[in-house]
């Protein structure tokens, strides 16, 4: 069926970041589209980031296209440029190899609702965070001097 | 500047449908966001559709996951299994390589918006139109006994 029934398909707050960087996520509410939908060429999650949450740490992606469609709420794009107020009917993109780290922070006191999508090779995508020492690749999550990190990323 | 500026990307209604089937999309007004923001690895189109308009010929692809989602107003999904009303935050999905053709109509008295994305080669891409004598691929479009129709479809 292509309307997706959303609310038929699982949503988690799991994350595969480290501790403490986990903790800016916990309100992160996402809904993997791809894999249920049988989208095979991209990915598309839906996300509902709970008042506080952060949309990912500060990153960016070599390998992969990304683009976020805000559906409802508000939210705050931060990136190397600065402070963004974004809402619904935004279209944001963050082309593959742009080394402008971004993320979003639901600073209100309401929900807010997006779809991300992403298009390139997943794994053999890598990328580096802005803010923390911390990169990630097919490897997974490691120090900027390369030690890798304990934890997994999740598919 | 990842926030997309959209009333600086210019909006067009040009179509390569050979007539009559470009009538259809006459109200169908769209930006090309990809190129416009240095996306590679995907399409990305920010449609509105004037009351009455469809925003496509009904088809489907056979190299390219497409999705859509819904920002404002509301419209018709007709596909092989009937018509669904789609609305704001709505998520449509096509996967690539399902016969599935598609599309939307506008059948209200106000405009609807959405974006649509899509990913895999456009270059090696082909499909067909389910309701029309109507097929395309690399060389373009032509009738479904492979005659060519003239006109080109556009980047």
């Known amino acids: 069926m292509p309307k997706l029934e959303l609310d038929a398909i699982s949503q988690t707050n799991a994350t595969g970041y480290p501790p403490p960087f986990d903790a800016a996520v916990e309100g992160r509410w996402y809904r993997r589209l791809a894999p249920a939908a049988g989208l095979t060429l991209?990915?598309?999650t839906h996300v509902t980031l709970a008042p506080g949450a952060y949309s990912s740490q500060r990153h960016w992606h070599r390998g992969q296209d990304e683009l976020v469609v805000m559906?409802?709420?508000h939210a705050v794009l931060i990136d190397d440029s600065g402070e963004t107020p974004v809402g619904p009917g935004d279209?944001?993109?963050?082309?593959?190899?742009?080394?402008?780290?971004?993320h979003l922070h639901n600073r209100s006191d309401a929900p807010c609702v997006f779809v991300a999508v992403s298009a390139g090779s997943r794994e053999a995508d890598s990328g580096e965070y802005s803010d923390i020492d911390m990169v990630f690749g097919p490897e997974g999550y490691a120090r900027k001097d390369g030690t890798p990190y304990p934890t997994q990323r999740l598919p």
Chains 1, 2 share one sequence.
């Open 91 to 102: 279209v944001l993109v963050f082309p593959a190899g742009e080394a402008n780290g971004h």
């Open 71 to 73: 559906i409802a709420g």
């Open 42 to 44: 991209m990915g598309a």
